[in-house]
């Protein structure tokens, strides 16, 4: 008797907690988070899929104490969906490679430059663009409006949003106890769009500026 009762109390705590989670998923917006997600709402996205969206850009790329001087193209297709074209102040070629579903294809690169290095740079930048679908979690606190997911793969995810404009300050993506990918978001286009930004991750030793010039 006693062990039937126990499955009973379990089977009513689940569907408890189901109520709790559908009644949490269904709750209104804050006033918060309802500006972050009208301002993500503005960051690009290509009309057509097929052909992508370009943004040609200049950078900044430090890799293990070498700095180098570049310009490339960005072309954006969806979140995790991108190509990336980078030649140096003097034309010689220094990433060329493809983000997608499958993984990073790297095309060509510089000699000094290992293909490894290149699929983790393709991969850490193409996080710029992945945005919170779910803003419902929004929460207040002294550094401005936060708002954590965490990944399947035990990955979590930081967002930062200003309480003055809404807008993306930064993301932070811990993949172990130090190793952290840090994106800053230094300024946006009058459309909305992230203009300038820095990336950096101490335990891979790099440091990258992004300036878009569309």
Request: charged residues 25%; aromatic residues 8%.
């Amino acid at each position: 008797m006693m062990r039937y009762v126990v499955i009973l109390l379990a089977l009513l705590g689940g569907c408890a907690s189901r109520q709790t989670s559908d009644a949490s998923a269904n709750a209104p917006l804050s006033a918060e988070a309802r500006q972050v997600q009208a301002e993500l709402a503005k960051w690009p996205r290509p009309k057509d899929p097929v052909k992508g969206l370009e943004r040609p850009f200049r950078t900044t790329i430090q890799i293990a104490g070498k700095t180098t001087k570049a310009h490339g193209v960005l072309k954006y297709y969806g979140a995790r969906d991108c190509r990336l074209t980078v030649v140096t102040e003097t034309g010689s070629p220094l990433i060329d490679a493809r983000m997608n579903w499958v993984g990073v294809t790297v095309l060509g690169h510089a000699p000094k430059i290992k293909a490894e290095v290149i699929s983790m740079l393709v991969r850490d930048l193409s996080a710029m663009f992945v945005l919170p679908t779910d803003v419902s979690n929004l929460r207040v606190v002294r550094e401005g409006w936060v708002l954590r997911r965490d990944s399947g793969d035990g990955t979590s995810v930081w967002y930062t949003f200003s309480p003055k404009t809404a807008r993306l300050l930064k993301q932070e993506i811990v993949y172990g106890m130090f190793d952290t990918l840090r994106i800053v978001y230094k300024s946006y286009t009058p459309a909305g769009w992230p203009r300038e930004l820095t990336m950096s991750r101490a335990a891979r030793l790099y440091w990258i500026e992004i300036t878009f010039v569309d």
